[in-house]
């Protein structure tokens, strides 16, 4: 868990998964480039911080999350997107059934840091989500490919090297 260039983001990640722990008694999914990075290692600064949580916190449960949020002092900026923002840092959400690739949640590693339980993808499942991203027109529409690229490379490099 050692991040320089995004220790303030994986900071205030802790901060809203250690209250997501103790309000709703589970343990989010740190997704994204921030989470890849925590598992092979920096190679950018992040410009937000993703979270993916049990998908009746995206429906049902929703004011419940946008209320702790608030009490967390983000401001809500896009709730199709379920995007928040504080200190120029934008935290979104997101459904277990966003995962591109359906792995069972209870396959992700468990995390406990700084008081704070979350679960993260292996390098492998990052690998098996980014392949598949590629094939998302969504993905194409937002100019997202060439940097989905370059991590599947990224994460392939570090699965190689971990082999050796």
Request: proline share 2%.
């Amino acid at each position: 868990m050692n991040l320089k260039k995004n220790k303030k983001e994986f900071g205030l990640f802790l901060k809203v998964a250690r209250k997501i722990n103790e309000k709703f008694k589970i343990k989010p999914i740190i997704w994204g480039s921030l989470g890849l990075m925590l598992v092979i290692g920096e190679f950018k600064k992040v410009k937000d911080i993703d979270f993916l949580v049990p998908d009746i916190y995206m429906k049902k449960r929703w004011n419940e999350l946008r209320e702790l949020m608030g009490n967390l002092e983000f401001k809500l900026v896009d709730e199709k997107e379920h995007e928040f923002e504080k200190s120029k840092i934008k935290v979104a959400f997101a459904g277990y059934s966003d995962l591109f690739v359906k792995i069972p949640v209870n396959l992700f590693k468990i995390y406990y840091v700084n008081g704070a339980e979350f679960r993260n993808l292996s390098a492998e499942q990052y690998l098996e989500q980014y392949k598949k991203i590629l094939k998302i027109p969504y993905r194409k529409k937002i100019n997202k490919v060439k940097q989905d690229r370059e991590k599947i490379k990224r994460i392939e490099s570090f699965i190689k090297n971990k082999k050796k």
